[in-house]
């Protein structure tokens, strides 16, 4: 049964407890992760301490941390003050107030299979690992788990894609539970998960993407097209339909447009509404004209480049969003760092194609389909999409870290046009949810 974060509280409050630490893992802890001279832990879940109290009383400084506050009020009862106990949600982008040291230990009893975003979560703990650093998860096995209980557990293929991007990875199987160490987190750890699911086709895709969008911006350079005025925001290919009053107030707003073009979008934001836009594109034409036109406007930024690249080196933003764009670039290589780079809350809309010009419907495959790109003047150029369902959609935000808040439907106002649209609201996950908060065995 699903869990919202006041119902697991609501457990701890009305007495509900988990399995206690056993003499088989006490024995695994001593021998694998022995304390160091002034060894410092992390716990994560702590739950009601007894894991976060053991380590102390083997040598480690312990740091434990929980978002349940009746759980650390009785942790603090049960085990004393020698545990520095937080109330927090480890998922969150903000590290304080754990130590700014790092850590030889963190710990994760019961926990991973309830973390809203897997992957990049142990992105953060490996990085707050000291050298030669390790962390432990303890487990549930899913083929030792009811049928009814499975989204406790995690089975061999889950096992396999945690321990990627370890140095070096230690399992033991015992009565029901994995005990799992991994030690030398790699660098390149996110882009190594990134890419078991990136094929070849798919990057390809994407290159032709590339060299489409710039004859696209070459060939309007040639004609001399000119830039219209905008008063509003057109998330469709035609006028009306919900303006940048989906985006919220963005007077002061740090915003970033991805897959600008030529920029006009994001110059209204900043003229009309006072936000703080960088524009991103990949094409050098599409680059080039906006420049041209709107290359000295304070408070507008014009980027040239992938937009993946950027969203991995830039602070976070209040707000993002993209017309049309993200459909572009395969939704694994992007999402995970689209959603690092919104700030805790924040909102992100966009538009993808549903139904294009042909009556063809959005595909329940993971795979990029070819798409016309008319030029002016005649002819066509081939683009190829991730036209997805909006179901498919919704689940690779959700997975990862994205809550999706509403989706509207953007249908064409000419009967004759098929051409159809679908417009995403959603934001970045500040708390563990229901989708992962089940069973009751942590």
Avoid at 38 to 56: F, M, W
Avoid at 83 to 104: C, F, K, M, Q
Avoid at 356 to 384: I, Q
Wanted: proline share 6%; charged share 25%.
């Amino acid at each position: 049964m699903f869990t919202t974060q006041p119902q697991w509280e609501r457990g701890y409050a009305d007495g509900r407890r988990y399995r206690p630490l056993r003499d088989d893992e006490r024995s695994l802890l001593a021998t694998h992760v022995p304390a160091p001279a002034h060894g410092r832990a992390l716990d994560v879940g702590c739950g009601t301490g007894e894991l976060a109290a053991h380590l102390h009383s083997i040598g480690y400084c312990v740091d434990a941390v929980d978002w349940s506050e009746t759980a650390l009020t009785e942790a603090a009862a049960r085990n004393g003050e020698d545990v520095h106990w937080l109330r927090g949600d480890i998922e969150s982008t903000d590290p304080a107030p754990h130590s700014a040291n790092g850590y030889d230990l963190i710990t994760l009893r019961f926990v991973y299979p309830f973390l809203n975003t897997r992957d990049q979560t142990l992105v953060s703990l490996g990085r707050r690992l000291r050298p030669g650093g390790s962390l432990v998860l303890i487990t549930p096995l899913a083929a030792d788990t009811p049928t009814e209980r499975r989204g406790i557990a995690l089975d061999e293929d889950e096992l396999d894609h945690l321990q990627a991007g370890w140095s070096a990875a230690l399992r033991h199987d015992t009565e029901g539970v994995s005990f799992v160490v991994l030690r030398g987190p790699r660098q390149d750890r996110t882009a190594a998960l990134r890419q078991q699911r990136i094929g070849k086709g798919d990057l390809d895709s994407e290159q032709n993407n590339l060299q489409a969008w710039s004859t696209y911006g070459t060939h309007h350079i040639a004609r001399a097209t000119q830039i219209p005025e905008v008063d509003r925001i057109s998330w469709a290919s035609w006028p009306g339909g919900p303006g940048a009053e989906v985006l919220g107030n963005l007077r002061g707003r740090r915003v970033l447009d991805l897959g600008s073009g030529i920029g006009k979008h994001a110059a209204h934001l900043v003229t009309a509404h006072g936000a703080v836009v960088d524009a991103i594109d990949s094409s050098p034409g599409q680059h080039r004209r906006a420049c041209e036109r709107y290359g000295d406007l304070d408070g507008l930024q014009l980027l040239l480049g992938d937009a993946v690249d950027h969203l991995r080196a830039t602070e976070p933003y209040d707000v993002i969003y993209s017309i049309g764009g993200i459909p572009y670039i395969d939704p694994h290589r992007l999402l995970p760092f689209l959603a690092t780079a919104l700030k805790p809350g924040g909102r992100l809309c966009f538009t993808t194609l549903h139904t294009n010009s042909r009556g063809a419907g959005p595909s329940t495959s993971m795979a990029a389909r070819p798409e016309v790109l008319p030029l002016a003047d005649g002819g066509n150029l081939t683009v190829h999409m991730w036209v997805l369902t909006p179901e498919l959609w919704e689940d690779l935000l959700v997975e990862y870290g994205l809550r999706v808040e509403g989706i509207d439907v953007l249908d064409s106002p000419d009967s004759d046009n098929h051409v159809s649209y679908r417009l995403f609201h959603a934001r970045h996950r500040t708390h563990v949810t229901s989708a992962h908060r089940s069973g009751s065995d942590r």
